[in-house]
């Protein structure tokens, strides 16, 4: 059974850091890449950087040299450490599957998600 638990949210004021965690159960864990999304109310939900098992990483432009993702193998987690945060990345962070996410249709479970406020 997957279950993501997101944490790490908070408000900061522009310029500032926040680190996200995600806690992921075995099985979705297990699964090659995992990724960081977030979404605005009433828009798309986006994906912002994803990591392979093997820790290799790709960004969105948005926040390329920003944000950098990670992830604990042998603690099921994955981490998005955010810097230089903008008011633009207000949002519900998410993390989750994306190969599966792309692949499986009947797939779309999605964790609590983690809120990130930030002021100017």
């Known amino acids: 059974q997957v279950h993501l638990v997101e944490s790490g949210g908070g408000s900061v004021q522009s310029g500032g850091s926040l680190r996200l965690s995600c806690a992921a159960s075995?099985?979705?864990?297990?699964?090659?890449?995992m990724a960081w999304y977030r979404q605005v109310q009433g828009k798309q939900r986006e994906l912002l950087a994803a990591i392979t098992r093997d820790e290799n990483t790709r960004y969105a432009d948005s926040v390329k040299g920003r944000f950098t993702i990670s992830r604990d193998n042998a603690k099921n987690t994955v981490y998005l450490q955010m810097n230089s945060l903008k008011p633009e990345d207000t949002a519900v962070y998410y993390c989750n599957d994306p190969i599966r996410l792309a692949r499986d249709p009947e797939y779309d479970y999605w964790g609590q998600g983690t809120q990130v406020t930030v002021s100017s």
């Open positions: 075995g099985t979705i864990f297990s699964a090659n890449a």
